[in-house]
């Protein structure tokens, strides 16, 4: 009879969550790689804008001026926006780290009763194999038994004879 783990489909749930716990924090990960380049994007458009504010006339300075202003401002809220994504991101990775942990447990669970069931098989099949020993000491001994009888009753008819 194989081993068969009782908690299998607590087991395969368990496995499932993290999968999908995973797949969360992977699109949490992509989130913060948008908001990353989403900053760089703009940090190399306030350096272009600068460049270019310094080759335009100077009656341009003013919405320049401005336009760099709003480009900051955005540079900020997506600073900000990056840290929520971060912190969202260890959230999820924790939630990740305990789904891990709770799989772990319920594996290492499974192989210790699978070490327990193995351990149990092999004392069922060596009590199995005393048996059958003794079974077969007893059977020869009685046939040495039968065999010295049928000696003593063969002695005993020569000697009447």
Not at 28 to 44: F, G, H, S, T
Not at 46 to 55: D, V
Not at 146 to 157: G, T, V
């Amino acid at each position: 009879m194989a081993f068969h783990y009782r908690l299998q489909k607590i087991l395969d749930l368990r496995i499932r969550k993290k999968e999908e716990q995973l797949q969360v924090v992977i699109k949490a990960q992509e989130e913060v790689d948008r908001i990353e380049l989403l900053i760089i994007k703009n940090l190399d458009q306030i350096k272009s804008l600068t460049a270019q504010m310094r080759q335009a006339s100077p009656m341009m300075y003013d919405q320049y001026d401005k336009f760099i202003k709003h480009l900051w401002e955005e540079d900020s809220k997506l600073k900000t926006q990056k840290q929520e994504a971060l912190d969202n991101l260890n959230k999820e990775k924790e939630v990740l780290r305990i789904k891990e942990q709770e799989v772990n447990v319920l594996e290492k669970h499974k192989e210790n009763q699978k070490e327990d069931y193995i351990k149990e098989q092999k004392a069922l099949e060596l009590k199995q194999l005393n048996e059958i020993g003794s079974q077969k000491y007893f059977i020869r001994n009685k046939e040495k038994i039968d065999q010295e009888e049928l000696e003593e009753l063969n002695a005993l008819r020569n000697s009447k004879k």
